[in-house]
């Protein structure tokens, strides 16, 4: 049973057209976090929601938004996709902001900017 | 910034090889918590270490945690194909729940 939920899982967009990204959850979790993962590299972390509080990354461009309407659900918007923003966008939860929290992630959207 | 890196960046070996990989962090953890990621997946939790020089095991499977609670490292002995993929460690500073990933190793293995 998918418990984090990414759709679509692969995602084609135009240099600077804008694209949104869905992530959904059923467990329940309070906390929901955005990552990028470029090729070969380690995840790293956008932002992060704890319930409705929204938290940004020092280093996130202006250029990446999020929108959480409900616990469930959790949106990355990509205003301006750059060719740099090609990547694997995982979205992950925890049932609190623990540090000892496992975070489970989403299979992931691979975005491909043309 | 925390900075946690990972050696080797990449391994190569035969099934039934021993590998090990190290992490290292630039500040002092609050935990350390380790993922596979399959090539095309996405990471999946192993297991997570909170105390210092805590040693744990998954069937073949060995992770540890620095006494000094900056470095950790995970073996697997008698590797298996199905073990392909990367292992990221990734921790905690302080009370913050934010995720600092090494730069992971990559296993591969070969019959």
């Known amino acids: 049973d998918a418990m984090v939920i990414q759709n679509p899982r692969y995602q084609v967009t135009q240099f600077g057209k804008p694209v949104t990204l869905s992530c959904s959850q059923t467990l329940n979790h309070n906390v929901m976090y955005w990552y990028q993962q470029k090729s070969s590299q380690a995840p790293k972390l956008l932002f992060h929601y704890y319930d409705k509080d929204f938290n940004n990354e020092a280093d996130t461009p202006d250029n990446f938004q999020s929108r959480r309407p409900n616990t469930s659900f959790c949106f990355l918007d990509i205003r301006s996709p750059g060719l740099g923003d090609a990547a694997m966008y995982l979205c992950?939860?925890?049932?609190?902001?623990?540090?000892?929290?496992?975070?489970?992630f989403g299979p992931g959207t691979r975005l491909t900017v043309l | 910034g925390q900075q946690v890196m990972q050696i080797p960046q990449y391994q190569h070996v035969q099934e039934g090889e021993d590998f090990t990989t190290y992490c290292n962090s630039s500040t002092t953890l609050s935990n350390i918590q380790w993922y596979k990621q399959r090539p095309g997946g996405h990471p999946v939790f192993l297991i997570q270490?909170?105390?210092?020089?805590e040693v744990k095991k998954q069937k073949r499977l060995t992770f540890q945690f620095g006494e000094a609670k900056k470095n950790s490292s995970l073996h697997i002995t008698a590797t298996q194909t199905t073990d392909v993929g990367t292992y990221f460690c990734?921790?905690?500073?302080?009370?913050?729940?934010?995720?600092?990933f090494g730069t992971g190793t990559r296993l591969q293995v070969t019959l």
């Open positions: 990734a921790g905690n500073t302080g009370t913050a729940s934010k995720l600092t």
């Open positions: 270490l909170v105390k210092s020089g």
């Open positions: 992950a939860t925890a049932a609190t902001r623990t540090v000892t929290d496992t975070q489970y």
